[in-house]
């Protein structure tokens, strides 16, 4: 019995971890068959937490999918390979429709929630890009202050003018931006200060090792200090558990998100989340 769950687990893996160019030509097929289906690629929600007072200031989009064979696949498998392709664009846009219409759902609601969808750098190559997010915005009504753009550090290395032109439109429409996985990349301090964001996301890895290392600890604190010097809101990505909440309000640190507050959830359940934290912040307010 072992044997065989064994036997299935590894053809599974290999289904869905061979590199091969078949293999990767077929997932890219299914992901383009995806994008089309509509019942196989969704959002689930992350809050982020303002540090000083607890509120949620947001959520990030996170894609999920379904896939009908080979079940859940981790965005850190298909959203690469989508990316090597021209198939980021539909996926992207796939995306941004959903992001805004849940933004839309909300603000309607009474309830204004910013959502933060991940770019590519290729979309950033693509000086229709710009125009594209304004028409979502101006077909659905939704304020340009409730969507943010979360981008890395290797806009740097494609074509840093290009992207340039693209993020300053976006920024100039009221469109927030986010510096994601900050300390990954390698971009230089002048291409940061020329970047027009307004928030800088310090990866998950730093944040995760600082309690045992010296050396994530001094870059955690680096960086907000950097982010702060640059005008920059300072967010701590992968916040686990309290002591990491207590490190990052003594460093300064602005908004957590993290399993310690909540995993992604698909709308419905993040709905239900928001309700309870906000009333168990309401509790804690009053008992004060
Ligand atoms: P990211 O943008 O840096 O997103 C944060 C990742 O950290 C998410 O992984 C999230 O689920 C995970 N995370 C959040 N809190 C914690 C924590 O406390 N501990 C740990 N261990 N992990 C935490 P996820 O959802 O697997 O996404 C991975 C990456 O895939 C994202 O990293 C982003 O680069 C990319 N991605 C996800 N959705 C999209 C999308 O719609 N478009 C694009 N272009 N990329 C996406
Ligand atoms: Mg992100
Ligand atoms: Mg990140
Ligand atoms: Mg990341």
């Not at 710009?130 to 979360?150: D, N, S």
Request: glycine share 8%.
């Amino acid at each position: 019995h072992l044997a065989r769950e064994q036997a299935s687990t590894v053809q599974q893996y290999d289904a869905a971890h061979d590199t091969g160019a078949e293999n990767r030509l077929e997932l890219l097929g299914d992901l383009r068959r995806a994008i089309g289906a509509d019942d196989q690629l969704s959002l689930h929600y992350q809050p982020k937490v303002c540090l000083a007072t607890g509120r949620v200031t947001g959520v990030e989009a996170l894609i999920r999918w379904q896939h009908p064979r080979l079940g859940r696949m981790a965005p850190d498998r298909f959203i690469p390979m989508a990316e090597s392709t021209s198939l980021i664009r539909p996926l992207t846009a796939h995306v941004l429709d959903i992001a805004v219409r849940q933004a839309k759902l909300w603000a309607e609601r009474g309830t204004p929630i910013p959502i933060a969808v991940n770019l590519s750098t290729r979309c950033l190559l693509d000086p229709g890009f710009a125009g594209q997010v304004f028409g979502l915005l101006y077909r659905t009504g939704l304020p340009a202050a409730l969507l943010k753009l979360e981008i890395t550090e290797s806009v740097a290395m494609a074509d840093p003018d290009r992207a340039l032109t693209v993020l300053r439109a976006l920024h100039d429409a009221g469109i927030s931006l986010s510096l994601d996985d900050f300390g990954t990349g390698h971009s230089s301090m002048a291409y940061l200060q020329r970047l027009p964001v307004d928030e800088l996301k310090i990866d998950k890895s730093f944040v995760q090792a600082m309690a045992d290392s010296r050396a994530d600890e001094v870059l955690v604190r680096t960086a907000i200090t950097l982010g702060h010097n640059l005008g920059l809101s300072v967010v701590a990505e992968g916040v686990e558990d309290e002591a990491a909440v207590g490190a990052l309000r003594a460093l300064g640190c602005d908004i957590a998100q993290g399993y310690h507050y909540a995993r992604p959830m698909p709308p419905e359940e993040f709905d239900r989340w928001l309700a309870g934290y906000t009333e168990s912040l309401t509790a804690l307010a009053t008992r004060n």
